[in-house]
């Protein structure tokens, strides 16, 4: 009896780690976002294959108005959407069913400003935080438990303008994230060159109040865009739209000291560029970062483990035009870029080793795509 019992105690971790193998993902679904103004319907959605790199077409939601960024709820079952449609922005919520790779409209809200432009969710799924672009300002949507949104309980309006006349003639909020351990939220206004801290109580009807600092500032004009936070939360990456660059901070709970800025260019590039998307690597030792116009690159750094500084590895063409978003699989394995202006995403392999990117063979037409989200598909577990 004690052999058999010695016997079953070994086996079972074998047969455990068999099971997971078994079951690990073989595919995730990727979320689409759009501008509807040209080939564009709607937000799409496809199968991405984690052994090939290939996506498959699954299905699409039309009659969503630019759709331009997502974001998927932490149960997976939800996803939300900004309408970046000029002074009467709006915001959808939709269920989203992984077996047929459809998303179902739930409802929408106003989102209480001009130009919506991102979107995040918490991990509770209490809130969502959208950035209002052209208004500079941000607005906070409490979640009912079906996944709809309630009207808009705070909004939060920045002031000043910065030295670009025709750029930051205003305050143009464009990103709003919360900090890891969600007790902070970090916002970018490209148009007065700040990163702007907030602190965050979930269960407050109002959820977001003033912190000490308020605000870091980067060099005039370079408009501050997209953030990230490294893998072991001690460090937050700023890309910067009008500046191309990426500015590194330390961060301690709430508070941000600059440590660094690299750029995205070139030696002696002097034509026209504009930072974008920027994300770090799902084992967190790489940095990607995109940029526009007239370079239409994919940067890639590699994170110092010891100060979260960036060391410069690769640029390498995004092979269309307007790399205004891209996104990383769960993997590791793959990065896809999106060319907003040439209706195109290209499938990159990522060597795990270096980080460097090279171009494979599969690639989509999609019109206009502006984000990219992945999710669990019918296939594996997330």
Known sequence: ????????????????????????????DLLIGTYTKGKSKGIYVYRFYTETGKLAYLNEIDGVDNPSYLCVAANNKFVYAVNEIGKNGEVSAFTFEPKQGKLVFINKQLSSGADPCYISVDKAQKNVFVANYSSGSLTVFPVNKDGSLSPVSQVVQDEGHGVNAARQEGPHVHTAMLSPDEK?????????DKLNIMRYHASNHQPLSAASPAFVSVKDGEGPRHIVFSNDKKHVYLATEMGSAVHVFDYNTGKLKEKQSI????????????????????????????NRLET????????????????????????????????????????LAANQDSDSIF??????????ISRTSQGIEVGNPVCLKFCPGEIGFW
């Open 184 to 192: 902070y939220l970090l916002y970018s206004d490209l148009g007065t």
């Open 347 to 356: 499938v990159y392999k990522i060597d795990k080793s270096n980080g460097k």
């Open 263 to 290: 750029t995205l260019l070139r030696d002696g590039f002097k034509g026209q560029t504009a930072g974008a998307a920027i994300h770090i690597s799902p084992d967190g030792r790489f940095l990607y970062a995109s």
């Open 296 to 335: 239409n690159e994919i940067s890639v750094y590699a994170i110092d483990p010891n100060n979260g500084q960036l060391i410069f590895v690769q640029r390498e063409s995004s092979n269309g035009k307007n790399p205004r978003d891209f996104a990383i699989d769960p993997t590791g394995n793959f990065l």
């Open 1 to 28: 009896m004690r052999k058999l019992l010695l016997i079953i105690s070994l086996l079972f971790p074998v047969l455990i780690y068999a099971q997971h193998k078994k079951t690990a993902p073989t595919s995730y």
